[in-house]
């Protein structure tokens, strides 16, 4: 008896259930949850030091990857909560698991650093038949998306995968060419689905931005500083601005026909106040110093270096590390280094003066004991009616006490051959004279003495060293 074998061959498609991410919350901000603070530091900045913003996604599905994220991400199973850090102006995230194929969900909001936002997925079931398709492009290098899902990108020109059969829109992005998206219907013998993509026209652009003076990349090619008024193809680009003392600017620009786009840059320097003596001196990075202190000068982050100068103290040194957009005060009074001065004077009724290189001034009648006199040199000066006066100079030096114990000489500081002159206002000048004699104006001469007689040459000589005159003699005048 012959058996007859009947072998059924399966072609590479198939009904089956196909898994797919589903979005059952949309993404929406909790300024209360306190979620970053659950992350280490590395997880927190990204790769340029800008603190990330945290995207929750509660989802029951294991081992989703993610895409358009700022660092690693850290899963707590036990909660089927993802904790993802994101970029600052995030606006969108993929969601990609084998069996899945990859979603990619558009927030509608640009994210905003430190701040913790939420959403849910889900993944959802349907009965289909999945069919092998080619897409090829011209040129390569073409992302593909089927119903908003991201295939990948042609690869010398080419990308299969499997997708469900069906009509399905198609999606063909490629920065610099004109965007193709069709429907399509996908089955046994229509499987193979060609390309051929157009050059985008280039669209008229301005970008501004506040303050103006920034630096544009578009796809990091320089464009110029704000205001640029240019052309650039149309499509989805990265957009950098940067400006000194200003923070960074890195985020995505769709750029249509026409595109107007104003931007508004973050202050990111440091304000610093110094406060101390008023005859301190304040010198910040070495320049040329402030009088009494610093308020509100605006540095660039950094380790800034202070020194306080102030007579007759000890400079204080100090640095400072000035962090972005923070706001530093420091209170910085030198120490004034002093000594003590004891003066014991006779008689008990002579009054002392005692003045210092640093313009301290200090007066007494009858001894005393001067505290807290800054270190430096002084003049002395002790006087008393019907005693001569006694001055001496001295150094005062830091903690130490300086006696000094002076007996005046009576007598007068007057020499024997001087007279006294009462000041007083007279007329001098000409009306008629020469022109350095005109006008007759009035002149005041205080008190002064005068000596009873005429200079004699001899005089003349000690004081001066020569003699002008025409007939010689000490005696002569």
């Known amino acids: 008896m012959k058996i007859s074998v009947l072998i059924i061959v399966v072609f590479s498609f198939s009904s089956l259930f196909s898994a797919e991410f589903e979005i059952t919350s949309k993404i929406k901000e909790n300024p209360a949850h306190l979620g970053l603070q659950m992350l280490d530091d590395g997880y927190k900045y990204d790769n340029n030091g800008e603190l990330c913003a945290l995207l929750i996604v509660r989802c029951g599905v294991k081992g989703i990857n993610f895409e358009n994220t700022a660092s690693k991400v850290a899963q707590i199973d036990r909660q089927g909560e993802y904790l993802i850090t994101m970029k600052k102006g995030a606006g969108y995230i993929v969601l990609k698991k084998e069996g899945f194929g990859n979603y990619k969900e558009v927030f509608g909001m640009k994210l905003k650093s430190g701040s913790v936002y939420e959403m849910s997925a889900d993944e959802k079931f349907r009965l289909a038949t999945e069919i092998p398709i080619l897409v090829t492009t011209d040129p390569s290098g073409a992302e593909i998306f089927i119903e908003n899902s991201s295939k990948g990108r042609t690869t010398d020109g080419k990308l299969s995968f499997t997708t469900p059969e069906g009509k399905q829109t198609i999606k063909i992005e490629l920065d610099g060419f004109e965007t193709i998206e069709e429907t399509i219907e996908i089955k046994i013998g229509n499987q193979n689905f060609d390309y051929e993509l157009v050059e985008a026209m280039d669209a008229t652009i301005k970008i501004e931005s506040e303050p103006s003076g920034a630096t544009v990349w ?5 464009l110029g500083k704000t205001p640029v008024n240019t052309f650039f193809p149309e499509g989805t680009y990265s957009i950098k601005l940067e400006k000194e003392n200003y923070e960074t600017i890195n985020e995505q620009i769709t750029i249509t026909d026409p595109t ?9 320097r440091a304000s610093l106040t110094v406060k101390t ?3 301190a001196t304040v010198y910040v990075n070495n320049d040329s110093g402030h009088k009494g202190g610093v308020t509100d000068m605006k540095l660039t982050p950094q380790m800034v270096n202070i020194t306080v100068k102030m007579p007759k103290a000890e400079t204080i040194t100090r640095s400072v590390l000035l962090e972005k957009k923070a706001d530093v005060t420091k209170e910085y009074y030198p120490e004034v280094q002093t000594g003590i001065v004891m003066v014991n004077i006779i008689p008990a009724s002579a009054k002392i003066e005692l003045t210092g290189d640093g ?7 009858g001894k005393k004991t001067f505290r807290d006199v800054p270190v430096g040199t002084y003049n002395l000066t002790v006087t008393a009616d019907e005693y001569k006066t006694h001055t001496e100079s001295f ?18 500081d007057v020499p024997d051959n001087m007279v006294f002159v009462k000041g007083g206002t007279f007329q001098m000048g000409s009306n008629d004279g020469d022109n350095d ?4 104006h009035s002149v005041t001469v205080s008190d002064f003495y005068i000596g009873k007689y005429e200079v004699t040459q001899k005089e003349w000589k000690e004081i ?5 005159s025409h007939w010689k003699g000490d005696d002569l005048p």
Do not use: A, C, F
């Not at 107007?260 to 990111?268: A, C, E, P, S």
């Open 218 to 222: 578009i796809k990091g090619i320089k």
């Open 260 to 268: 107007n786009k104003t931007y508004t840059l973050q202050d990111i």
């Open 277 to 279: 003596h008023p005859n």
């Open 359 to 365: 313009g301290k001034h200090y007066n007494s009648t």
């Open 395 to 412: 150094r005062v030096t830091s903690d130490k006490t300086t006696r000094r114990q002076i007996s005046l000489e009576q007598g007068s």
């Open 437 to 440: 004699e005109k006008p007759v």
């Open 464 to 468: 001066m060293d020569n003699n002008p």
